[in-house]
């Protein structure tokens, strides 16, 4: 009688703490969650050029180029004029403000970016709350924030259906400020200059 109580108790925390709402957790968003988490795992290196529009800059469009070595390596690099830059150099997430001179540090743990850096990602990682899954024309569109700390933002992934590229994501902020970054001339395990993900302030 024992082990089956204890074996009901961990069957109900399990589901208390599950990361997929049981209203998403149908055998077709299985289906779609299995493809785009094979997917990111194929990915080891990506280079490409990238689109971003942020909801706050009105028509204006930034361009640069996006590298990505998993585990958790990232950097994005902007055309001029903007003047920032993102990097994860395996331990941190840095935001370089070169107009302002600021630099910021998050553990990459602390960031949605995660998703995208982790080794071994699942959207059954406990770590994050699965949001929205949607299939809209040839693109499947998954939605998650950290289960802990939901005002870090939510991220979107935008893949294709047939194949599942990586295509773009969208990440909208605690202020409701939605970033989009398209991605294109994707080049995926072709080697990456690892020097492209150590950090240095400009003089």
């Given at each position: 009688?024992?082990?089956?109580?204890l074996?009901?108790?961990?069957l109900?925390?399990?589901?208390?703490?599950?990361?997929?709402?049981?209203?998403?957790d149908?055998?077709?968003?299985?289906?779609?969650?299995?493809?785009?988490?094979?997917?990111?795992?194929?990915?080891?290196?990506?280079?490409?050029?990238?689109?971003?529009?942020?909801?706050?800059?009105?028509?204006?469009?930034?361009?640069?180029?996006?590298?990505?070595?998993r585990?958790?390596?990232?950097?994005?690099?902007?055309d001029?004029?903007?003047?920032?830059e993102?990097?994860a150099?395996?331990?941190?997430?840095?935001?370089?403000?070169?107009?302002?001179?600021q630099?910021?540090?998050?553990?990459?743990?602390?960031?949605?970016?995660?998703?995208?850096?982790?080794?071994d990602?699942?959207?059954?990682?406990?770590?994050?709350?699965v949001?929205?899954?949607?299939?809209?024309?040839?693109?499947?569109?998954?939605s998650?924030?950290?289960?802990?700390e939901?005002e870090?933002?939510?991220?979107?992934?935008?893949t294709?259906?047939?194949?599942?590229?990586?295509?773009?994501?969208?990440?909208?902020?605690?202020k409701?400020?939605?970033?989009?970054?398209?991605l294109?001339?994707t080049?995926?395990?072709?080697?990456?200059?690892?020097?492209?993900f150590?950090?240095?302030?400009?003089?």
């Open positions: 009688m024992k082990k089956i109580i074996l009901f108790l961990i109900f925390s399990m589901k208390a703490y599950a990361v997929v709402p049981e209203k998403l149908t055998p077709e968003n299985r289906v779609i969650l299995n493809k785009v988490e094979q997917m990111l795992h194929s990915i080891k290196t990506m280079n490409s050029r990238f689109s971003e529009f942020t909801s706050k800059d009105g028509d204006f469009m930034k361009h640069g180029d996006f590298y990505l070595s585990p958790n390596k990232m950097r994005l690099i902007y001029a004029p903007a003047d920032v993102f990097i150099d395996g331990m941190y997430f840095i935001y370089y403000d070169k107009g302002f001179d630099i910021s540090y998050l553990e990459i743990d602390q960031t949605p970016a995660a998703i995208l850096l982790k080794p990602f699942s959207f059954d990682d406990k770590e994050f709350l949001t929205g899954i949607e299939q809209e024309l040839d693109e499947y569109r998954i998650a924030i950290k289960n802990k939901p870090l933002g939510e991220l979107t992934l935008i294709g259906i047939d194949p599942v590229d990586f295509r773009q994501w969208e990440l909208v902020d605690a409701g400020i939605k970033s989009t970054v398209g294109y001339e080049k995926i395990n072709e080697p990456v200059d690892e020097s492209l150590v950090f240095q302030k400009e003089e």
